[in-house]
């Protein structure tokens, strides 16, 4: 792999149309993902994709690289498997928030507490959209739907508090139609050893349409979300006047330029910090309380699992007195048969 080599977007688009609903927002991630593998100048033999069962798990189909649908909840298995037997590859998984999040979920916690070195990209359309819209486990609670006609009444699952909570090292947010920071999350994600979330807020038109348009409508989106840099004050909103300090142990939005506030007071983001403490209080911000962080929320080094076998296979091998299989079937208890 050699960054920045002249490789373009198109040489990663296969040949099969592509059948998503017109508008959904899926298209937008699929053109992402695409151009951030030529940023990161990808070799299309070097890179696999894989995905469970969904509208987005259509995706390996829409790439000219190595693929696999598998099946429901499976990918990071199947994922963790391929990366692990060909630890050169770029593995990136696609899934959704029912793929990853309700029958994968096992999968999907100890996947990203072994911290192995996959990409996964999780579109987060809050609803079941394959199976004609039945509330999913980042559904909002009092969601209408086929399998909540009076209104769901359990509390959804937030992707960034589960990532962080089994351990993840990164994780990242962005916006499906927002193509030119979608593109950044996903070189940030690529070049990050070990485990890389990113979830994608994806808007399904046909089952929920505008879930996100609270934080995603232009006219309010810049007071409702914060784009998080690391090494850079958290300041938002349409006059970039707005920003996150502490309150003892509790975030709070104040305004510069009143009660004495200056950019001085406002909280510097440190994803590469090791506490998960604030990483998690970002995560979960929610509108109409706070703004929606976007960006890299966390972005820690910790030892990665296929780098780990990898090593460990080596030095188990150059301390073996067997190096061939002539040496193992000679090995141990063994006799003569006369």
Wanted: aromatic share 8%; net charge negative; proline share 3%.
């Amino acid at each position: 792999m050699a960054e920045n080599c002249q490789v373009k977007f198109t040489e990663f688009k296969s040949d099969q149309s592509v059948k998503w609903c017109p508008g959904c927002g899926d298209h937008a991630i699929l053109n992402s993902v695409q151009k951030a593998m030529a940023a990161m100048g990808y070799k299309k033999e070097e890179v696999a994709v894989i995905s469970g069962i969904g509208c987005s798990s259509r995706f390996p189909y829409y790439m000219e690289t190595y693929g696999f649908h598998t099946i429901h909840g499976r990918g990071s298995a199947v994922a963790s498997g391929v990366k692990v037997a060909n630890p050169d590859l770029q593995v990136w998984q696609i899934t959704g928030d029912g793929d990853a999040l309700a029958i994968g979920g096992n999968h999907f916690i100890h996947t990203i507490r072994r911290n192995i070195d996959l990409n996964v990209i999780l579109f987060n359309n809050q609803i079941y959209g394959l199976t004609k819209g039945q509330y999913s486990p980042t559904s909002k609670r009092g969601f209408i739907s086929k399998t909540s006609p009076f209104g769901t009444v359990e509390a959804p699952f937030r992707p960034g508090e589960l990532c962080i909570g089994a351990r993840g090292q990164f994780f990242a947010r962005c916006i499906d139609t927002d193509i030119k920071h979608s593109v950044v999350m996903m070189e940030a994600a690529a070049r990050h050893e070990g485990t890389s979330i990113v979830e994608v807020l994806q808007n399904c038109v046909i089952y929920n349409d505008k879930t996100h348009n609270a934080i995603t409508d232009k006219a309010h989106n810049a007071d409702r979300t914060i784009k998080l840099e690391h090494g850079k004050p958290m300041i938002f909103g349409k006059e970039r006047n707005k920003g996150l300090m502490l309150d003892g142990l509790t975030l709070k939005i104040v305004t510069i330029g009143e009660d004495g506030i200056t950019e001085a007071d406002i909280l510097v983001h440190d994803a590469t910090c090791d506490d998960i403490t604030l990483h998690l209080k970002l995560a979960d911000m929610e509108y109409p309380e706070y703004p929606v962080a976007l960006g890299v929320i966390r972005s820690v080094e910790a030892p990665v699992y296929d780098q780990c076998v990898t090593e460990q296979l080596a030095a188990v091998q150059e301390k073996s007195t067997i190096k061939s299989f002539t040496d193992l079937i000679h090995s141990g208890d063994v006799w003569d048969v006369e």
